[in-house]
């Protein structure tokens, strides 16, 4: 086992690969899951303790890591009655790479140094296949003595590490990352599905795309679901969606405007209204299909 005792709670679509990628690494790894299933499935598969109470995870570990849906849990798990704030010792650091709200981040952070504790936000970007591969980006927000403790983790996890500035900065990146991919996922859905019913096989079109100024990461990674419509999900509809609210509610907060990501997120929606909301979110493309 090497550096220091970590705790890993939300062992989702997201959060497993990432605690299995620590346990490959050395570290010496305890689990929580809500669903308890998920954590003693887990434990069989890699060198790691499961904890069976949030209490029982924090006194384990010298270090926690939340990888959670979103802002009810964070608040939940992190702040609430019995959450990880109550259990936590001095000098131990929280590092939570859910995504979530920034002011939620900041008063959470707040909470933290009153208690001795550290606390990053340190969001990630690259699905399922990032998480799998260990080559997330991770963009932390925090005390600069805090990023530097958890580097070895993040490197245990991910290709790109950078300290984006203060408490609540990683989230506000990783909202400014959510724009960006929502957007480009809808781009690439309109020029595909405009090239296909004008007669242009898609699978060339992308091709094509890939290799020109179009060319992006998500047009990589999500080239197998768009081709197929197979959308098991990587990143989910129902997530991105919520990842929108926020990024429109930071723009709110900052006096930013955000016009195209409001229509993008309508999309969303409705794609969540047609029963969608758990497939991956290249399937806004499925609302373009829908109408042509």
């Known amino acids: ?9 939300g062992l989702g679509i997201m959060g ?46 010298d270090v926690v890591i939340t990888m959670l849906p979103g802002p009810p849990e964070v608040e939940a798990v992190i702040g609430g ?15 939570d790479m859910s995504t979530s709200s920034p002011v939620m981040a900041r008063e959470l952070a707040a909470r933290s140094f009153e208690l001795g504790i550290g606390m990053l ?17 991770i963009m932390a927000g925090g005390e600069a003595e805090d990023f530097e403790r958890a ?7 991910g290709e790109t590490v950078v300290h984006v500035g203060g408490s609540g900065a ?33 699978e060339k079109i992308i091709d094509v795309l890939s290799g020109g100024l179009a060319a992006s990461k998500a047009l990589e990674v999500k080239r197998g679901k768009l081709l197929t419509r197979d959308f098991e999900p990587g990143g989910k509809v129902a997530f991105h969606h919520k990842d929108l609210g926020i ?36 399937a806004l493309i499925t609302l373009l299909d829908d109408g042509s």
Do not use: C
């Open 16 to 61: 497993s690969p990432m605690a299995r990628n620590l346990a490959d690494a050395g570290f010496e790894l305890t689990v929580f899951n809500r669903t308890s299933g998920k954590a003693e499935a887990f434990a069989e598969e890699t060198p790691a303790t499961v904890a069976h109470s949030l209490e029982e995870l924090a006194g384990q570990s």
């Open 81 to 95: 009655d019995g959450g990880l704030l109550d259990s936590m010792d001095r000098g131990t650091l929280l590092v």
């Open 151 to 157: 580097i070895p983790l993040f490197e245990a996890m």
């Open 247 to 282: 990024a429109l509610e930071t723009g709110r907060e900052y006096g930013v405007a955000l016009p195209v990501t409001a229509l993008v997120d309508q999309m969303f929606g409705a794609l969540e209204a047609k029963g969608r909301g758990a497939w991956d979110h290249s």
């Open 170 to 202: 990683g989230q506000v990146t990783k909202a400014a990352n959510q724009v960006v991919v929502a957007l480009v996922l809808e781009a690439i859905a309109e020029a595909l599905v405009l090239g296909s019913v004008a007669g242009v096989d898609p």
């Open 121 to 137: 936000d340190a969001p990630v970007s690259g699905g399922d296949v990032g998480a799998e591969d260990g080559t997330l980006s």
């Open 1 to 9: 086992m090497i550096g220091e005792k970590v705790g890993f709670v």
